[in-house]
């Protein structure tokens, strides 16, 4: 099996290159027993003590940083260089040649140069060179360390110097640059196998498929077995394009006998419903290594798309008892189980788990969580209890505990763990609960003093609270007291789009026409794709024309979202629904309500739809069904009633 280290795909920092402390050593060692006085005055050179150079031959390789002086002698410049030349020649500025470092031309503090040096053109990589590349990364000069370290690379026995070039090269430059020194050092060192491996990575890293294939043949001609993880770490892209290409390149390959290989291409045909081809992949694979975990799930994935959810699971449950101690695959199973729907079973498996797991944290909560989705209650809140004495979950236990505590009905018992909540991502979601509870009391005051205190307490969420404090208002019959409360808001965070919707929400469609349409049209040039502000945008167009064909068009265009779209919302098509059947009874279309929302009503019934509904069998005569619906919308939503509740929400 080939050894393949981690230098390039975890580069190491700066203290911990140990090949190159190893160079550094026998370098300096080598060079102490031939060059004692050049190290000498060197090391003297670094410290900027004065030059005195008493010998012609002496090898002076240092540089001081930020000197430039020209030499009084062309003869000592050119020698630097190797040249021959007449010594009465003028004298010329000295280049700084990268390649073999010299003095940059320093004057000691005496007013004497250097008069006659020279230095011989070392096939070994300069230890002085080296030096100057680390002291100039070290000061941040990561262009000239790579350019040296580049340099010094391409001499005889440079290996180790090669992987600090290609180190520096992968944090300072882009992948490509870093590909083509790589095969340009590896094309001069053809023999070097490691580097086979750093081409391959970074060709596949670059999307050069056609050189990565060329490359990754190379590997396993010479080692059939070689194992390639490394290589493939990071790799996989993002676009179906690139993912082609890649399968291209790799098909070509024998990857029969390579384990790390035949799980690429199994998954690339999996990614293109090739299920059947990337089966018979995965199984070899798993031939090499069959009790390794994410070549089992990869096949369960692969076998999803071709056999029974029971086979399946039969396949699944008996890598789980050949791999008891796999966290993995009792996840795999238990997520399985709950996507099929089969939540009892996913809750006894998650009791198994949690038992052979007891201090996995992950499991409790996933237990817990399964536990409220089967009603579970005592089981739920015995779990979340246990997960609370671990301070990096105590908020998501509080807050499911809370969870659990209103599906009970037991609302302030919910109330004092949703306020206990502190972690950011569940705050807000938290105390909106808390605001509701409130309001089911009628606590008007209480509701508003929970959002004040989350913006005093979470500056982040400020823009949420004057939102929901504001829909408190309106709720109240105090609209204008919600508006004024949202253009002070409005001016404390100008450029948030949430409290400028907000503000045009509660505007009047028709009195307020114009300030509307100037916020609504402010909103939809900073997000053209919103659909709630198109959505907003249509129904303020009919509400003031109702043959308005812009705001027919916007509002159509939403209902005609599928549902396997990624910007359907449920919620937003059935507000399209009802402005389009709002419109259509607005022009007493009334079967043209009816089929709007009779079947979303039936589906999931809301009062506006109802409302509406109801309006147009009042329109059409119909009275067992204006009976009939009357009664529903009295049993769901107390309609008819003064009840703050079934108020229509505005956001």
């Not at 076998?303 to 399946?312: P, Q």
Request: charged share 25%; net charge negative; proline share 4%.
């Amino acid at each position: 099996m080939i050894f393949f280290g981690s230098l390039l795909l975890s580069p190491h920092p700066y203290s911990e290159y140990s090949s190159f402390r190893a160079l550094l050593h026998v370098a300096i060692e080598r060079l102490c027993q031939r060059y004692k006085l050049a190290l000498s005055l060197a090391v003297c050179l670094c410290l900027a003590a004065p030059v005195h150079a008493s010998h012609p031959d002496v090898l002076l390789e240092a540089k001081i940083p930020k000197v430039t002086v020209a030499t009084d002698n062309k003869a000592a410049n050119n020698k630097l260089n190797g040249n021959k030349v007449n010594d009465n020649s003028p004298a010329i500025d000295t280049p700084y040649n990268e390649d073999t470092l010299t003095i940059e031309n320093v004057k000691n503090i005496n007013g004497l140069a250097p008069a006659s040096l020279w230095q011989p053109e070392l096939s070994e990589p300069s230890l002085y060179a080296l030096l100057d590349a680390e002291f100039a990364a070290d000061r941040d000069d990561k262009r000239r360390a790579v350019s040296i370290y580049k340099q010094q690379s391409f001499k005889e026995d440079a290996t180790a110097v090669f992987e600090r070039a290609l180190s520096l090269s992968l944090r300072n430059e882009r992948v490509e640059d870093s590909l083509q020194f790589a095969k340009t050092w590896q094309d001069q060192n053809p023999d070097h196998v490691p580097a086979w491996f750093y081409v391959a990575h970074l060709a596949l890293r670059a999307h050069d498929y056609i050189l990565a294939g060329e490359t990754l043949n190379r590997i396993l001609r010479y080692d059939p077995r070689a194992d390639l993880s490394e290589i493939l770490i990071g790799i996989y892209p993002n676009n179906d394009d690139d993912k082609r290409e890649l399968l291209a390149a790799l098909q070509p390959l024998d990857s029969e006998q390579n384990a790390s290989l035949s799980v690429l291409k199994a998954g690339l045909l999996y990614q293109f419903n090739e299920p059947e081809v990337a089966i018979v992949h995965i199984n070899r694979a798993l031939e090499r290594q069959p009790d390794y975990v994410p070549f089992i799930t990869l096949k369960a994935d692969i076998l999803r798309k071709i056999v029974t959810a029971e086979t399946v699971i039969n396949y699944v449950s008996q890598a789980r008892l050949r791999n008891p101690d796999s966290k993995s695959l009792y996840l795999y199973e238990i997520r399985y189980l709950l996507d099929l729907k089969k939540s009892e079973q996913a809750w006894k498996l998650l009791l198994e788990a949690h038992s052979r797991f007891n201090d996995d944290s992950e499991i409790t909560l996933l237990a817990a969580l399964v536990s409220l989705d089967t009603e579970e209650y005592a089981s739920a809140d015995e779990l979340l209890n246990m997960l609370a004495k671990s301070p990096a979950y105590l908020d998501q236990a509080y807050y499911y505990l809370g969870i659990s505590a209103e599906r009970q009905q037991l609302f302030e018992q919910a109330k004092y763990y949703l306020n206990g909540v502190m972690q950011e991502d569940l705050v807000l979601e938290a105390r909106r609960k808390v605001v509701a509870f409130e309001l089911l009391d009628n606590d008007v005051d209480g509701a508003i003093a929970t959002l004040e205190k989350l913006r005093k307490d979470f500056t982040v969420f400020a823009p949420d609270t004057f939102v929901m404090q504001a829909d408190i208002l309106w709720q109240q019959n105090e609209s204008d007291e919600a508006l004024r409360l949202l253009t002070r808001a409005a001016r404390k965070y100008p450029d948030n789009e949430m409290l400028l919707f907000a503000r045009a929400q509660l505007l009047d469609d028709k009195e307020d026409y114009v300030v509307k349409r100037t916020l609504l049209n402010h909103l939809q040039a900073l997000d053209p794709s919103n659909l709630s502000y198109q959505l907003s945008y249509a129904q303020l167009l009919l509400a003031n024309e109702r043959s308005s064909e812009q705001g027919l068009a916007l509002a159509t265009a939403i209902i005609q979202i599928r549902y396997d779209d990624p910007r359907y919302d449920n919620d937003l098509h059935l507000q399209a629904l009802n402005v389009l059947a709002g419109n259509a009874l607005a022009k007493e279309n009334y079967q043209q309500v009816i089929d709007y929302l009779q079947t979303p009503y039936d589906v999931l019934p809301t009062l506006r739809s109802g409302t509406l509904l109801l309006r147009a069998y009042q329109g059409l005569g119909n009275n067992d069904k204006v009976e009939a619906l009357l009664a529903d919308l009295q049993q769901r939503f107390s309609f008819g009633q003064h009840n703050i509740n079934d108020r229509i929400q505005l956001y």
